[in-house]
């Protein structure tokens, strides 16, 4: 199916992924790029060394932390390749005002949301070694989580299915989405 999906919208498809830590943004979001044949962008990747020491030691992000962040997420998603090309990102874009920051250059900009049960992201986060994100902050990114509303037309997918599955159900409502009957 690589490519469909794109070649059926005006330009080609941008995505974010998003959800909180230990959701599966970054895996979901590989296989759905591989899926479409698009580039993939890593938000946490993105980060500065300042806000990944401030996560490392177990200290929440604030509004103002995040602001550098999700700009370069949104330079990421608004640039020349990714308008032609289509690309996928991870990015927690846990509040409102954050995912409009990443929709105000790019209006056509479709979420995939990954939800769970708490103590099914809990597990997943103690399970998970080698990043800074410490399996204290699920609270905090918990708190601060504004669920994408209807108006913003999400794709939400629960996170008790395996990857793979998730992939297969972003697939078929991107396509609703663009295509509906």
């Not at 938000?43 to 999700?70: E, I």
């Not at 509040?95 to 995939?112: E, T």
């Not at 599955?165 to 295509?179: D, G, I, K, S």
Request: aromatic share 4%; glycine share 8%; net charge negative.
């Amino acid at each position: 199916m690589a490519r469909a999906w794109g070649d059926a919208v005006r330009g080609a498809p941008r995505v974010v992924v998003m959800g909180v830590s230990g959701c599966g943004k970054s895996t979901v979001g590989r296989l759905l790029a591989e899926r479409l044949g698009v580039n993939f962008v890593e938000g946490d990747a993105l980060h500065s060394d300042r806000n990944v020491a401030k996560m490392a030691a177990g200290v929440p992000l604030t509004d103002a932390d995040r602001h550098g962040w999700l700009q370069a997420v949104a330079e990421q998603l608004n640039n020349p390749t990714a308008e032609a090309s289509g690309v996928v990102a991870s990015c927690s874009a846990l509040k409102r005002i954050y995912r409009d920051l990443l929709r105000a250059g790019a209006p056509d900009l479709r979420f995939v949301f990954l939800h769970g049960d708490r103590a099914l992201l809990a597990q997943r986060l103690g399970s998970r070694s080698g990043h800074y994100m410490p399996p204290s902050l699920l609270e905090s990114q918990l708190d601060t989580l504004e669920p994408p509303g209807d108006d913003e037309a999400p794709i939400r997918l629960d996170i008790a299915l395996a990857p793979p599955r998730l992939v297969e159900q972003a697939l078929q409502a991107l396509q609703a989405l663009e295509n509906p009957s």
